[in-house]
């Protein structure tokens, strides 16, 4: 196989290594180091004796992000506020034709789903994302994690369980996530709390990342009262030269928030089955809005 043949393969093999790093490790740095560190691998193999190059790659990248993921679950103990993954600029809706396929991608790469993945151990949200998301089969994720495939499904059932016990419970529609993000923002600009209120369920929550770095809640903040209030009072107090962008973000349409043209903040909702919000997720942490600057 010559240089510019591994480079091909390496190339077609890309966008399902960058998947899978990026799922397991929630950083977009992590993830394009993981790539990275796995196309040096390539590029030194005897790769003459490599019968299927996707299996071997995912191999690699997905033992480089369980390493680089024991190390962050240590250095995220002492993270200031709460913890959310770096937020992504995806197109599932105008790259992935089939509207089953892109449901499931969209959802592997939520922020909600992210979240709760944090809660696995390593070896079971490997599992999790190579076979939910990417479809990987018991036998060839047993292989890729040098484990018994028996081990490999009792992991699979338990990372399978725990993730449906706490995601959203039902599929949201896109075009009823942008509408209810359209109302969201007209009601947090609009000056009137009552309009933001009613749009809460009673059990709100807001988790907002700011790493310690910018303004925003150093605890979750729970009930719409205390999450509507919070709200309104910050839309009180606009940022400079202040604009919304809506972008499909982690496979949800959200607000990107810009002062001066460069991002401040990505804000993403958690719908409930009646249309209300169950959750605000507010990225304001800069080191983490590099991947969706406009």
């Known amino acids: 196989m ?45 790769r003459e004796t490599v019968r299927e190059p996707r299996a071997y790659l995912v191999r690699i990248a997905t033992r480089l992000a369980l390493d680089r993921l024991r190390q962050a679950q240590s250095r995220r103990e002492s993270y200031v506020g709460p913890w959310l993954p770096e937020p992504i600029v995806t197109d599932f809706a105008g790259t992935v034709p089939d509207a089953a396929e892109r449901a499931v991608l969209a959802e592997s790469v939520s922020l909600a789903v992210l979240v709760v993945l944090e809660s696995l151990s390593p070896l079971e949200r490997a599992v999790f994302v190579l076979r939910e998301a990417f479809g990987f089969p018991y036998a060839e994720i047993a292989a890729i994690l040098e484990r018994g495939e028996p081990a490999v499904r009792q992991l699979a059932g338990r990372a399978r369980r725990h993730v449906e016990e706490r995601k959203p419970r039902f599929p949201v529609d896109p075009a009823e996530q942008r509408d ?108 983490k809005l590099g991947a969706v600057a406009p």
Request: with cysteine; net charge negative.
């Open 180 to 287: 209810l993000t359209e109302r969201f923002l007209s009601a947090a600009t609009g000056g009137d709390l009552d309009d933001l209120l009613a749009l809460l369920a009673p059990d709100a929550r807001l988790v907002g990342d700011s790493g310690g770095k910018a303004k925003a809640p150093l605890r979750v903040l729970e009930t719409a009262d205390k999450v509507g209030r919070f709200l309104f009072a910050v839309a009180q107090q606009p940022i400079p030269d202040m604009e919304f962008l809506f972008r499909e973000i982690n496979g949800v349409p959200s607000l990107l928030v810009l002062s001066g043209g460069k991002p401040d903040s990505v804000m993403s909702l958690d719908m409930t089955e009646d249309g209300r919000i169950a959750c605000v997720y507010i990225v304001r942490n800069p080191d």
């Open 2 to 46: 010559g240089t510019d043949t591994a480079t091909d393969v390496f190339e077609e093999h890309r966008p399902v290594l960058t998947g899978v790093a990026y799922r397991m490790l929630g950083r977009v740095a992590d993830a394009e180091d993981v790539v990275q560190e796995a196309w040096l691998r390539w590029s030194r193999a005897d």
